[in-house]
């Protein structure tokens, strides 16, 4: 059965760094490119980030470059999302996606929510 299975996510305070933490099983994976999306209240989902399935390749969206890092340990089968300087606008679901780069198969988490808020 797969599952992905997110954490970290709550309550922070404008300037906080929150670690999101996605934790997979049930499938191969290090033959899959993870990422992180979010999706804010009225918004559509927006990537926020994607790692290679070697971690060497890695994109952000542009709304969160240079404040977030995206990492993955295939021996643990998870994939972190670094979140540094967070702003009110950073408030959303964040969700964690799989994704097999040749066959297209793709998992998604249920979400955690981050709320940026004083």
């Known amino acids: 059965q797969v599952q992905l299975v997110e954490s970290g996510g709550g309550l922070v305070q404008p300037g906080g760094s929150p670690r999101l933490s996605c934790a997979a099983s049930?499938?191969?994976?290090?033959?899959?490119?993870m990422s992180w999306y979010r999706q804010a209240p009225e918004l559509e989902r927006e990537l926020v980030a994607a790692?290679?399935?070697?971690?060497?390749?890695?994109k952000y969206g542009d709304s969160v470059k240079g404040r977030f890092t995206i990492s993955r340990d295939n021996v643990k089968n998870t994939v972190d999302l670094q979140m540094n300087n967070l702003k009110p606008e950073d408030t959303a679901v964040y969700y964690c996606?799989?994704?097999?780069?040749?066959?297209?198969?793709?998992?998604w988490g249920r979400g955690t929510l981050v709320t940026v808020s004083s």
């Open positions: 790692i290679g399935t070697d971690g060497r390749i890695r």
């Open positions: 049930g499938f191969t994976f290090s033959r899959y490119t």
């Open positions: 996606k799989a994704k097999q780069p040749y066959t297209g198969t793709e998992y």
